[in-house]
């Protein structure tokens, strides 16, 4: 029920308020499933305003709405049985009257199958069915996602499933470091980051060894002395006794390799991992030559025992004696405490289970810092890594065996290649190859990892492409969205009458010529796409092969023969007709996901 109320209350009434400032606002990006109501209220405004129908004033706001989902497991998703539904949606001035549909329509929206009437309604499916544009928050959740709704598109190839990425950035300025903010100004320039970014890039590619070195320093000694202090603080509040609060003040050096990893303490997270071997920890932290030091904040769940039982675990590690103030354990994880992390680590820890981290963007943070990754091969990180930028250990694979296979990597990745290589210094004491790494992760990763970007990429992607789909829907009292809506109401009855009359295949030189006579119940041919469909040829082939089909004759009794030719480089048999809806500004399967195969 509380679940229940907040979402009334952010959608519907963030919907009213809008409506109640008078903005007049083309594009609504809903944010997570949470904020799905927003399409029933705004349909309903639209309603009022046009005189329209439910389904036509929907197919005039879906295009102007655009769905984000941030989750990459389906129990993330909100769902509230039927009653509960029924319960507020009577209670808000009865909104299924208001809005001329039955209760069972209202609840179809949440439904993968709208006759299953004891399914829960799954707020994601509405926001899925109220907009045209969706996205997961990296290229991977991309996928995963694409998974997660091919429920709701039957019979449509996982890889047409409308979602489509936009990977997360961070706000560069909220988290750089006074010494950061000086070098990227004197290199690009105080308004670097309003505008175009393209020309950060080269650069930062530019700037001396010995200027990134020294920058660095600075940030790591600004660091180790938040994080005494922190400790102190951590300390004196826990009642330790004083001499181990002036103990605090000696903790930790300037000079060593630090790591940080700070993170909620959640499963998927396994912030356990790097504890794995404890002693083969110890040794790496404390060899005499190279020595290193972590600094680890977290928080977990009130709820979450397991949570709590691996902070415990952190806490007793730092306290052991051997590790002589080599890691600190700081309280109450938030904004503040990851400013100074990301600002001073050198290295920033990872250690997510692949696929669960949709995103992930504190890693993102330390990128303007000069601080490098090392971290799992998931979400913004399976596309950012590349060996001159970070490390990355699981190779893209999960599994059962993940977790000893990943402390290993991660353990072997410390003890032969990041510690030997924080330590490699030249004559002048500057670790050059290390440095190398970090150019190429403040040039390249910072401005591709920045909100601008991301911002960019929806203003380009979903903004306008949605403010000029709705304009066309939405302009002269709905007249396109209401045409639209009739038309898919024809299509969807005739539909059932569709159907392939055999297929002929025949060689012709290099080709595949195809013939298909098809009738179409009623339907005229440019009123659907009939298309040879192919699998992509490899994996590493994102788009599937598609090759329209023409109407090339009226065969007797509303049959039409389609024919196309096809490369013979595949074998006849990979390429298989199918026939969708076709009409001028549709989106498949977005809003129609009918299909027929002929096999
Ligand atoms: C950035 C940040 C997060 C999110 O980090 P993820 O890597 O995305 O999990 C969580 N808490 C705080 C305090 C942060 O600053």
Redesign the pocket.
């Known amino acids: 029920d509380l679940r229940m109320m907040q979402e009334v209350v952010l959608g519907i009434g963030g919907c009213r308020l809008v409506e109640m400032l008078d903005l007049d606002v083309d594009v609504f990006h809903l944010n997570e499933g949470h904020a799905a109501f927003a399409v029933l209220e705004r349909t309903r405004q639209f309603m009022r305003r046009t005189g329209l129908d439910f389904r036509a004033a929907l197919a005039a706001v879906r295009a102007g709405n655009v769905f984000t989902t941030h989750t990459p497991v389906a129990a993330g998703f909100d769902a509230f049985g039927p009653d509960l539904i029924r319960k507020y949606f009577r209670w808000i001035e009865d909104f299924v009257r208001d809005v001329g549909i039955s209760m069972k329509e209202l609840l179809a929206l949440g439904r993968r199958d709208a006759e299953d009437m004891s399914e829960p309604f799954n707020m994601a499916w509405l926001a899925m069915r109220g907009s045209l544009a969706a996205n997961g928050v990296s290229r991977l959740h991309g996928a995963v996602s694409r998974r997660l709704f091919a429920g709701l598109f039957p019979r449509w190839p996982e890889s047409e499933v409308p979602v489509g990425h936009v990977t997360n950035g961070?706000h560069v300025p909220f988290w750089d470091s006074p010494w950061a903010d000086r070098i990227w100004t004197e290199t690009c320039g105080k308004r670097r980051w309003r505008g175009e970014i393209g020309a950060l890039e080269p650069a930062m590619a530019c700037v001396p060894d010995e200027a990134i070195w020294s920058f660095k320093s600075l940030e790591r000694r600004d660091l180790v002395e938040h994080a005494r202090r922190r400790l102190a603080c951590d300390l004196s509040e826990r009642g330790a006794p004083p001499e181990a609060v002036a103990r605090a003040a000696e903790v930790l050096d300037p000079d060593r390799l630090t790591l940080g990893f700070?993170?909620?303490f959640t499963a998927y997270?396994r912030p356990g991992l790097l504890l794995r071997d404890p002693d083969r920890l110890l040794r790496i932290l404390t060899d005499p030559q190279r020595p290193v030091q972590i600094i680890v904040a977290g928080k977990a769940h009130p709820d979450d025992a397991a949570g709590k039982r691996l902070i415990e675990a952190w806490v007793a590690f730092a306290l052991r004696k051997e590790l002589r103030g080599h890691v600190v354990f700081l309280e109450d994880?938030?904004?503040e405490?990851?400013?100074q992390l990301v600002q001073g680590v050198d290295l920033w820890i990872?250690t997510p289970e692949r696929p669960w981290?949709a995103?992930?963007?504190?890693?993102m943070?330390v990128l303007v810092n000069g601080g490098l990754n090392l971290s799992t091969l998931d979400g913004w990180w399976a596309e950012a890594y590349a060996p001159e930028v970070g490390w990355a250990i699981g190779g893209g694979r999960g599994g059962p065996e993940a977790d000893a296979r990943d402390a290993g990597e991660l353990y072997a990745l410390l003890e032969k290649g990041i510690v030997p290589g924080f330590y490699d210094r030249d004559a002048s004491g500057v670790p050059r190859a290390w440095i190398a790494r970090v150019r190429a992760s403040m040039a390249r990763l910072a401005p591709a990892f920045s909100s601008n970007r991301m911002l960019r990429d929806y203003v380009e992607r979903a903004y306008l492409p949605a403010a000029e789909a709705f304009a066309r829907r939405a302009g002269q009292g709905g007249a396109e969205a209401r045409a639209l809506e009739e038309w898919s109401r024809r299509l969807t009855q005739h539909w059932p009458h569709v159907r392939f009359d055999g297929t002929e295949v025949r060689r012709e030189g290099e080709e595949w010529l195809f013939t298909a006579p098809v009738r179409l119940g009623g339907l005229a041919p440019d009123e659907v796409e009939v298309e040879l469909y192919a699998a992509p040829a490899a994996p590493t082939e994102a788009a599937p092969v598609r090759i329209p089909m023409a109407c090339v004759r009226l065969l007797a009794g509303e049959a039409y023969l389609f024919r196309a030719a096809a490369p013979a480089s595949r074998p006849a048999e990979h390429y298989t007709p199918r026939i969708l809806p076709r009409r001028d500004g549709l989106r498949l399967p977005a809003e129609l996901p009918l299909i027929l195969w002929q096999r």
Request: aromatic share 6%; proline share 0%; charged share 30%.
């Open positions: 961070v700070a993170r909620r997270k994880y938030d904004i405490l990851a400013q990872n981290e995103s992930g963007t504190s890693g943070k």
